[in-house]
């Protein structure tokens, strides 16, 4: 099918888009989630930003993590 691909790619985004809204997760554990690699799911995110998602990366005592903003 020659869409397939297209089809997988933008489910990984929308499964990416739940993920950081439902939890604090860094680059490696979204990457892990997703079965990508770390710089893949740093791409990702960037591309969600250029989509319109407000995500913002985050900095606590526990480290760095994305956050969804609900505006």
Known sequence: MPYERTRVIEQRFEKAVDLVSKGLLNARQLAMA???????????????????????????????????LNE
């Not at 997703?34 to 606590?60: C, F, W």
Request: charged share 30%; glycine share 6%.
């Open 34 to 68: 997703l079965n990508v690699s770390r710089p893949t799911a740093q791409r990702m995110i960037s591309e969600l930003k250029r989509r319109g998602y407000k995500i913002r990366s985050v900095h606590d005592d526990h480290g760095w993590h994305y956050e969804l």
